[in-house]
């Protein structure tokens, strides 16, 4: 089937966490490389995990930048144009207090490892204003000080390597972190990326109904969540949007508060896999396909 150019796609999750959102991405991309289409991609909001992704602590070593692992596999497969500064704006790296230094306290351990606002370690954060992109990082010291002892020297080794040199911040930053200069910023990142492509994808974060404004501009929404994928038309997401959340803000409304409006065009069923970070999807083909007819 022939694409009809340009093709914008927002992938949400329907949980917060391991919905498939960039296994499904990474599917999508796969299928319309092989068909020849030439293709952005954004992860304009991520954060990862300094122990269960410490290899990704290792790469942004190597690149002097904060970078996650869904941005990480998502640049890499797609291979835009852009830097992946640009690609992915703002990366938060969280790492989980040590136990010792709460005295076993488990109950207060919990609650502290259920709070990102606690564990937010390194972030990075990249505005595009135009053709040109800044990029800024932080730590929030007093976070990475209640780290155990070995995560806390890499991190400081992280912090060293990093350019620009990160900031000392505290908790309130990243409390405000999303505050509108911040994200107008980063919505820069994801706009000038949706007009550079005849395809682009965007994951969004977490259960998030849209990372930035710009990110509701598509055509198709794909809704994923464990073995099951559901498409919907842009234009009526958006309105659904419109009536449960602040549009401008689309952070603060969850995906599942926007799809209780809004029946789905199609739903298709995605199956498990072993590596489904690295393997080509057999359903991505007719995935696509039932795509561009919802474009069409």
């Known amino acids: 089937m022939k694409v009809e150019v340009p093709l914008k796609i927002l992938v949400v999750g329907l949980l917060r966490y391991d919905s498939g959102k960039t296994s499904t991405v990474l599917s999508i991309i796969r299928e319309a490389k092989n068909r020849g289409f030439d293709i952005g991609v954004s992860k304009p909001i991520s954060g990862f995990d300094a122990w269960s992704q410490f290899k990704y602590v290792l790469k942004s070593m190597e690149l002097g930048v904060l970078v996650g692992e869904d941005l990480t596999l998502l640049y890499g497969e797609a291979s835009p144009n852009e830097p992946v500064e640009v690609v992915g704006p703002l990366v938060m ?3 989980p207090p040590d136990p010792e230094a709460y005295s076993w306290r488990l109950s207060t351990y919990t609650a502290l490892t259920s709070s990102t606002v606690d564990q937010v370690t390194v972030i990075r954060v990249t505005k595009c204003s135009e053709e040109k992109h800044y990029t800024s990082h932080y730590m929030v010291e007093e976070n990475i000080a209640h780290t155990p002892s070995a995560m806390k020297d890499m991190l400081y ?3 060293g ?4 040199k990160p900031e000392n911040v505290g908790k309130s930053f990243v409390e405000e972190l999303f505050r509108e200069d ?5 919505d820069e990142c994801v706009r000038n990326v ?6 682009v994808v965007v994951e969004s974060y977490n259960d998030a109904a849209a990372p930035t404004l710009s990110s509701t501009n598509v055509d198709v929404v794909v809704a994923v969540g ?3 994928i559901a498409l919907y038309n842009g234009e009526r997401y958006r309105r659904a949007l ?6 401008r803000n689309p952070l603060a409304t969850t995906t599942s508060e926007v799809l209780s ?3 789905p065009a199609k739903t298709i069923n995605a199956k498990p896999v072993v590596d489904p970070k690295h393997a080509r999807e057999p359903w991505a083909e007719g995935l696509l396909d039932e795509i561009l007819r919802i474009k069409h």
Request: glycine letters at 10%; charged letters at 20%.
């Open 226 to 228: 464990p073995g099951k």
């Open 182 to 186: 911040t994200i107008s910023g980063i």
């Open 194 to 199: 949706m007009m550079n492509y005849d395809l």
């Open 242 to 247: 419109s009536l449960v959340g602040e549009i």
């Open 157 to 159: 080794k992280l912090v």
């Open 261 to 263: 409006l809004v029946k």
């Open 161 to 164: 390597m990093l350019k620009p």
């Open 93 to 95: 790296l969280l790492a």
